[in-house]
C-alpha cells in the first residue's frame, strides 16, 4: 500500500512539474536576434515546409526566412540533421510543448511593430467597409467600364445575385465577348484550363446573355487548333505580337480575365496584349470583368498574394496593368484563412500591406474584396457593389 501511495504521489509530481515547465517554455515568448521575429515552442503544419536545409543556429534560420519573399514562418531544432532549419509558407501551425517532439522544435513566426502597422494602415481605404473611396481616377478613366470581381456572380447556392447582375448591366456590354485563360496554364492543374470555362461561360450567359469565347494568350497560334465548346485552343507556340493582339482584339467589346496564377497572366499579358488592352479599357471601347486572378492584375500592384509560383517570371516587377489608378485589389479577403488570425486581421495580413505601400513609395491604396462583391469602374468613378 505505502509503494503503491509513494508512486502515486511521484506520478502527481511528475505531472505537475511537467505542466509547470509547459506553461514556463510555452508562455515564455522567445525573441531572436532577428527584428520582430517570436518563436515559441511547437512545429509548423507536417508535410508544408517548402524548404529544409542545415543552419548554424536559430537566428540563421530566421535569416534565411526573412530572405526569402515566400517564407512567413519556420521552426528549427538544435539537434543536427538536414531538416535542422524548416521554411513554411501558409501553414496550421502546432503550437505548445507537447507538439515539439522529440526534437524540440520552435515555431518561429514574424510580427509587425505596432508602429509599422500605424504607418500603413492608412492605405487600406475600405478597412470599415466603405463603398465609395478615391482611387486617383483621373479624365482618362471617364469612359472606362470594369467590373472586377472575387467571386464573379457566385458564392453559394442561396446567395442573391441581383445587384452584382444589374451593375454588370448598366455597364452595357456589347460586341464579341473574349474569356482570357491563361492563369490556368500557371501553377494551377493540367485539366483546369479546360475545367474552368464551362464553369465561367454557364451562368455569364444565363445570367447577362454575354456569350463568352474562350483563348489562351499563350496558344493563339500553332500547327494544330483544337475545337471545343464557345472557342479555340491552339496547339503550338504563340505570336504574341502587337498586330496579333490587335487581330485578336477585333469586334471584342468584353474582356474577361479568369481566375488562376495571376503572375503567370501578368506574364502573358505583358508581352504585347496588355499594350492593346489598356487603351481599349480606358477608352471605353472594351468592358473589362475579371474573377480572382484576373482582378488582382487589373491593379497597380499584384505583390499581395501567398502565391508565388510564378514570382521568377516577373523578373522583380510587380506592376499590375495599373486601369484602377492608385488603387491595387485583394480578392477573397473574407475567404483566405492567410489573412485573419483569431478574428483580427493577421499579421501576414499587415506585413504583406507594409510591402505594398513601399512598393508604390506609398502613394498605392489597397482595396480588400470580399467573395460575392464587385470593384466597379463607371463615370470615372469608383466603388464596391456587394450581392
Given amino acids: 500500500m505505502r509503494l503503491n501511495a509513494l508512486l502515486s504521489l511521484l506520478l502527481g509530481q511528475l505531472a505537475f512539474a511537467k505542466r509547470t515547465l509547459h506553461n514556463l517554455i510555452d508562455n515564455d ?9 517570436i518563436c515559441r515552442s511547437g512545429q509548423g503544419e507536417a508535410w508544408k515546409a517548402y524548404d529544409e536545409t542545415y543552419s548554424s543556429g536559430i537566428d540563421d534560420c530566421a535569416k534565411h526566412c526573412l530572405g526569402d519573399p515566400q517564407c512567413l514562418a519556420l521552426d528549427f531544432t538544435a539537434v543536427i540533421k538536414p531538416d535542422m532549419c ?66 464573379m456572380f457566385f458564392v453559394n447556392e442561396s446567395q442573391n445575385t441581383t445587384k452584382l447582375v444589374e451593375a454588370f448591366m448598366s455597364l452595357k456590354p456589347k460586341g464579341k465577348a473574349l474569356w482570357i485563360g491563361d492563369a490556368l496554364l500557371g501553377a494551377r492543374s493540367y485539366l483546369s484550363r ?45 505570336n ?3 498586330d496579333s493582339m490587335k487581330e485578336l482584339l ?12 495571376h503572375m503567370h497572366l501578368m506574364h502573358s499579358m505583358r508581352k504585347a496584349f496588355a499594350e492593346v488592352l489598356i487603351p481599349r479599357v480606358l477608352d471605353g471601347s472594351i468592358l473589362l470583368m475579371s474573377v480572382s486572378a ?67 513609395s506609398g502613394k498605392g491604396k489597397l482595396v480588400t474584396l470580399n467573395d460575392g462583391e464587385a470593384f466597379l469602374v463607371k463615370d470615372g468613378r469608383a466603388s464596391i457593389v456587394r450581392s
Avoid at 515568448?29 to 521575429?37: A, G, S, Y
Fill in 29 to 37: 515568448l522567445q525573441l531572436v536576434e532577428q527584428p520582430n521575429i
Fill in 250 to 261: 477585333e469586334g471584342v467589346g468584353v474582356v474577361y480575365l479568369a481566375g488562376g496564377d
Fill in 86 to 151: 524548416r521554411l513554411f509558407g501558409t501553414n496550421k501551425p502546432r503550437l505548445g510543448l507537447e507538439f515539439a517532439g522529440r526534437d524540440n522544435r520552435r515555431y518561429c513566426y514574424q510580427v509587425m511593430d505596432p508602429n509599422e502597422i500605424k504607418r500603413v494602415a492608412a492605405s487600406w481605404i475600405n478597412s470599415n467597409g466603405e463603398k465609395v473611396f478615391e482611387c486617383g481616377l483621373g479624365p482618362r478613366h471617364s469612359q472606362a467600364r470594369m467590373f472586377l470581381t472575387s467571386s
Fill in 294 to 360: 484576373g482582378t488582382i492584375d487589373a491593379g497597380r500592384d499584384i505583390g499581395f498574394s501567398t502565391e508565388l509560383d510564378s514570382l521568377a517570371k516577373l523578373q522583380g516587377n510587380l506592376s499590375g496593368l495599373g486601369l484602377v489608378g492608385d488603387c491595387s485589389l485583394r480578392p477573397h479577403f473574407n475567404s483566405q484563412a492567410a489573412w485573419h488570425d483569431e478574428g483580427t486581421v493577421s499579421q501576414l495580413f499587415w506585413r504583406k500591406l507594409a510591402e505594398q505601400h513601399d512598393r508604390t
Fill in 194 to 238: 479546360f475545367q474552368t470555362f464551362p464553369v465561367s461561360h454557364s451562368p455569364v450567359k444565363k445570367l447577362t446573355g454575354v456569350d463568352l469565347q474562350w483563348t489562351f494568350l499563350d496558344g493563339l497560334t500553332g500547327a494544330i487548333g483544337l475545337k471545343g465548346l464557345a472557342g479555340t485552343i491552339g496547339l503550338g507556340k504563340s
Fill in 240 to 242: 504574341h505580337s502587337v
